[in-house]
């Protein structure tokens, strides 16, 4: 995962605090936001804290009025926000992260740009601290993002993401990353989608490994039924024949998403990537009861079309 580059600039509302200022007599309104003119044109850091913190006593008093300097300062205030949640997120301050997007949501709870960075926000904890406690709450608010990018109510930034195709396909990548242990299926089911979209996603190995790991599963519990509904017959009948079909489809679809986790794991350096090697192989053997053709066939892998693991 790329790290994180919040570059902050806050646009106007570092210089146009003095211009409005002069223009405001001595009231309530205009002492305050002279006050904050002053904090946000040191620059220091400090001082911006302080004048976000003034920001949002000033609108909690003047927030219903439609003064230019009402404006100005709700402007200051999300920018200003935009920039400390990244940063806490950059930090690997999580909870800290949470509480203040949480608290940017309560005022819009439609603000793309902040469900996005939340839902990722839980996802890189567990990245980097394996810390999983945000899960749910990632999850949700992936789920939340992909509705509103669905509605065209767009971010004005989709960093750390590149584009809007990015960062569609991490909000799915994310939800997979989360559900493996619940909900096997479902995990594959959006790690598949999150390799549809154009990003670098598709150049990873995991999400076709977690397809593997759920058609594994699948697998064994469907040898196991074929063993105890048919492990006695002495000839094949109809369901036996419908349910040896199932099982040799899926070992195709094994085949398939074995050799591409391989493949690009191969390209990643992964340590994974002999082992499922090794069971793509012992896969194209027994389908095939040969290994002829096998090179050709993995050398082409990446080239044929992934199944969606929902339909099987």
Partial sequence: MQKILFTFVFLASVTFFGVSASAQRVETEGEMFQKISKLTN?????DQEKAYKLSKTFLQKFGNSTSNEVKKIKEFVANYERFKLGNLIEADKTAEAFALGKEMLAGN???AEVTMLLAFAGYNASIKKQDKSFGKDSTDYAKTTLKLLGENKLPKDFAPFANQNEATAYMYYI????LIDSNPQESANNFYKSLSFDSKIKEISYPYYIIAYNYNLIFDKL???FEAKHGKKTTEDEAMKADNAKLEK?????LDSYGKAAKLGEIEKNANAAGWKQRFSQI???IKQSETGMNEYYDKILSQPLADPSTF
């Fill in 42 to 46: 040191t620059k220091k850091a400090d």
């Fill in 109 to 111: 709870p439609e603000y």
């Fill in 175 to 178: 939800q997979g990353s989360f």
């Fill in 223 to 225: 040898s196991k039924d």
């Fill in 250 to 254: 899926l070992l195709n679809l094994l």
């Fill in 284 to 286: 194209y053997a027994f």
